[in-house]
């Protein structure tokens, strides 16, 4: 028998002995789940790069770089007060700050991210001046893709390298887009193109990226509840997955040109069917400087004030008549030549991959409402905003026509005291809330027509606002709700109609002058502080 000392250090050897075998087990077991993980990734990649040239891979690592973007500069907000004396200095600080880490983000990432960050720059009346001047080097700087990639595109589009097919090809980009770069070639008959070839692996990251994008957004919305984009980009899918699609950008190209022909100051370039496919397009070469470019539009002793009444001319047309409209006239994509027929301003519209259908239905209740807000005919305002399927006729308007239909209170105060700052300073915050509530009741056909007008703001903006924008669209507007009218008494309408407007318009543009000489005034004479000439500027500037 065994005493029950015994017993009890037997067990306690055996308990230890298997304890020992359990330990090395576990072990073993780590060792190979190890093995097994680090092989799978292996396998992965190895995978992903003979089958999909990394494409896997590389929306990993954009996802992940993107992240860390988007965490960096949320901090860098989280961490500021509004308590803090120099809370104001500071904020602007972060804006540059997080603007830079955008841009670095974009040009990194390439493809999708730089369409996207290029559409930020152009509503400079909603986000700060050191966002939307940062990322407006968008325009030009991408990052250039190699020698082989190029080739490979047309080796699989043509089945010969470009200089196979062109007399001669010059690899060195002479613009580079968000989803293609251009290049300048010469066909065998010696005639110059410029030939836009996408990135060879484009259509297989756009999809991944358009996801990451969308699902960056919506987190971004879960820290910020201002932060309101991302059903855009939801809404807008559709479209951008057709810009992939040179065939298409041609078509639009061929279209614009025919819907554009009764404006002589308009030039959109040939298209060369023989030497486009869906990755490659290939057009008329023209040489022309971009719209920002304003010295070399003097060196041409062009106006700034014809070309911007031209640009405005330009896209009135496309909304209120053709209802065919270019959803991303940026100034990169509008160059300016003196006219080789006139010897005047000519604008040459390029980039045709982004358009919008505007139909009668939309236009025409649409031009009606433009002319019903310079009329100041809320009646009429509120009738043509309900065909449009809009519920708040006055957002609307200023949305349209960025600047603010009703004053505070309906009156002019002789000495601007703290709660009209603080009023002006409320609706100058409020302009974002504003156009994101306004821009999801409109017809979905309509936010590109938003962004084009915002985008052709943007370039009036730039050139000093020589031109009034909303009178020139406001003319062509009227002209196409009054142009069926073939009768002696329809003429005479539209005589009186046109009367009326010319008076109207000029009482409007009066009142907004006298209002910012107003707030001008009493800012010099120390009636108020220097801040309400920036709000005013914020609130009235975008016209």
């Known amino acids: 028998m065994f005493s029950l000392r015994q017993v009890l250090m037997k067990s306690l050897r055996n308990l230890r002995l298997l304890t020992n075998t359990n330990v090395k087990a576990v072990r073993v077991h780590r060792h190979y789940i190890r093995a097994i993980l680090i092989s799978s990734f292996a396998g992965f990649v190895a995978y992903d790069g003979v089958f999909n040239e990394f494409t896997y891979c590389g929306a990993c690592k954009r996802f992940l770089r993107s992240l860390k973007t988007a965490a960096l500069i949320s901090i860098d907000y989280v961490l500021l007060s509004e308590c803090d004396p120099s809370y104001e200095s500071k904020l602007k600080n972060v804006h540059q700050r997080s603007a ?23 509503i400079n009346h909603i986000l700060p001046e050191e966002y939307t001047s940062t990322l407006s080097n968008l325009q030009d700087k991408c990052l250039p893709t190699s020698q082989a990639d ?8 043509f089945g010969h390298k ?81 810009e992939l699609n040179f ?38 070469w023209i040489d022309g400087c971009k719209m920002n470019d304003l010295q070399s539009i003097k060196n041409m002793r062009l106006q700034i004030k014809d070309v911007d009444r031209k640009l405005f001319q330009l896209f009135a047309e496309q909304i209120f008549n053709s209802g065919f409209v270019h959803a991303d006239p940026h100034a ?8 080789p027929r006139t010897g005047k301003a000519e604008l040459v519209l390029l980039d045709h991959g982004l358009y919008e259908e505007l139909p009668a239905a939309v236009r025409k209740p649409l031009c009606e409402f433009w002319e019903a807000t310079v009329l100041n005919d809320e009646h009429r305002m509120f009738k043509t905003a309900r065909q449009l399927g809009i519920n708040d006729y006055m957002k609307f308007a200023e949305v349209l026509f960025q600047y603010p239909i009703r004053t505070h209170g309906g ?13 002006m300073q409320k609706v100058a915050k409020q302009n974002f809330d504003l156009i994101m509530s306004t821009l999801k009741e409109m017809p979905r056909n309509m936010l590109f027509v938003i962004r084009n007008l ?7 903006r730039m050139h000093g606002d020589v031109v009034d924008r909303p009178r020139v669209m406001a003319l062509y507007a009227q002209h196409y709700i009054y142009k069926k009218y073939n009768s002696l008494q329809g ?43 920036t709000i005013l500027r914020d609130l009235t500037g975008a016209t």
């Open 332 to 339: 990169s994509n509008i160059l300016v030549r003196k006219s």
């Open 454 to 460: 915002n985008t052709v703001r943007a370039i009036g």
């Open 150 to 157: 190029i080739q490979k595109v047309f080796i699989k589009d």
């Open 162 to 242: 470009p200089e196979e097919l062109f007399k001669e090809f010059d690899y060195k980009p002479k613009a580079a887009a968000s989803i293609a770069q251009v290049f300048k070639a010469k066909l065998e008959n010696g005639q110059e193109v410029a030939v836009k070839v996408q990135y060879n692996d484009l259509q297989k990251r756009f999809i991944s990226d358009l996801t990451t994008i969308i699902v960056l957004h919506d987190i971004v919305e879960l820290f910020f509840k201002d932060y309101n984009f991302g059903w855009i980009l939801r809404d807008v899918r559709n479209n951008l997955v057709q």
């Open 100 to 122: 830079n880490r955008l841009l670095e983000a974009c040009l990194l990432n390439g493809g999708l991210y730089i369409k996207v960050g290029q559409g930020f720059a152009a």
């Open 247 to 284: 065939v298409n950008e041609a078509k639009n190209a061929e279209r614009c040109a025919k819907d554009l022909r009764i404006l002589n100051f308009v030039y959109v370039p040939k298209v060369y069917w023989t030497h486009t496919t869906q990755r490659v397009l290939t057009v008329e």
């Open 491 to 533: 003429f005479f309408l539209w005589l009186f109609r046109r009367l009326y407007f010319e008076y109207s318009f000029l009482s409007f543009t009066l009142k907004r002058s006298c209002l910012n000489l107003y707030f001008y005034t009493l800012y010099k004479l120390g009636r108020a502080p220097e801040t309400a000439t």
């Open 411 to 423: 009156r002019m105060p002789t000495r601007l005291n703290a709660d009209d700052i603080q009023y």
